[in-house]
């Protein structure tokens, strides 16, 4: 470069010490943000290996499993122990929930009942 094409700025003390403040706290910034980037490449390798982990573990019970079923004598299930009779038998209970509500309407009118009666 020659010396004609260069600029030069003036900045006033107090403007000159803000200016450095800011430049040493954007870089104190950026180091606390590359230290979180690292941390996290490391996080994210650690999963990425208990994932692997967990993966091999489970293939391990499924082939266990699996022996396991080859082992053991067959045994043959009545029809109405079949998953789609139990289904039909639970499709014909009341839920549950409106189940609790009556008993707790019936015992509230007992409750009801038992109080007219004392007085």
């Known amino acids: ?9 003036r ?21 606390k943000t590359a230290g979180i980037i690292k ?16 993966y091999r573990k489970i293939k ?20 109405k122990f079949h998953r789609e009779s139990l289904v039909k038998i639970s499709e014909g209970k009341k839920p549950a929930r409106e189940d609790i509500t009556s008993q707790l309407w019936e015992i509230q009118k007992k409750l009801d009942s038992l109080e007219t009666n004392n007085f």
């Open 39 to 54: 941390r996290f490449g490391f996080l994210r390798a650690e999963e990425l290996k208990a994932k692997v982990k967990i």
């Open 60 to 79: 391990e019970l499924l082939a266990e499993m699996k022996r396991l079923e080859k082992s053991l004598p067959n045994v043959k299930v009545p029809k």
């Open 11 to 31: 900045f006033e003390y107090p403007e000159a010490v803000q200016s450095k403040k800011d430049i040493l706290s954007l870089e104190m910034e950026m180091l």
């Open 1 to 9: 470069m020659t010396d004609d094409k260069l600029i030069h700025i």
